[in-house]
């Protein structure tokens, strides 16, 4: 299921996936379609910096959960949201990188954390819903 339109505001995307292969690389390109219609001003690296971290909340929750996965970004006044909902009820938790077997680490932390001006975690009893807001 998916949304997005145009008319003079732009509509939220929601996309949901089945959680399988290629969910992280059509999450990607659905979350840059969306990007690539906002006709806000904006920094050059931010479409870079929500397509990063739409990638690794997508990547943690196919990683972590099993299907299916909901993406919804929302353009606000100089922000997007995005939300990444999920089956697994397990909070996100820091882990050390790891720099040899390439099982990752790097993401909840380092990317997401640092790129986001908020980040929260809904839990719900089915799963959990993640929400990060990026400057746009």
């Known amino acids: 299921m998916e949304s997005s339109a145009g008319s003079g505001v732009q509509a939220p995307l929601y996309v949901a996936f089945d959680g399988g292969s290629g969910t992280c690389v059509h999450a990607r390109e659905k979350a840059a379609a969306f990007l690539a219609t906002l006709a806000s001003a904006r920094r050059d690296e931010a479409m870079g910096e929500v397509l990063l971290v739409v990638s690794e909340l997508v990547t943690n929750a196919v990683r972590h959960a099993p299907g299916p996965v909901v993406l919804a970004l929302n353009a606000g006044a100089g922000s997007v949201r995005i939300t990444v909902r999920d089956t ?49």
């Open 88 to 136: 697994s009820t397990a909070l996100p938790a820091p882990r050390a990188p790891d720099l040899v077997g390439g099982t990752g680490g790097f993401g909840w932390p380092t990317i997401i954390q640092r790129l986001a001006a908020d980040v929260s975690v809904v839990p719900h009893p089915d799963g959990k819903e993640i929400h990060a807001v990026l400057p746009w």
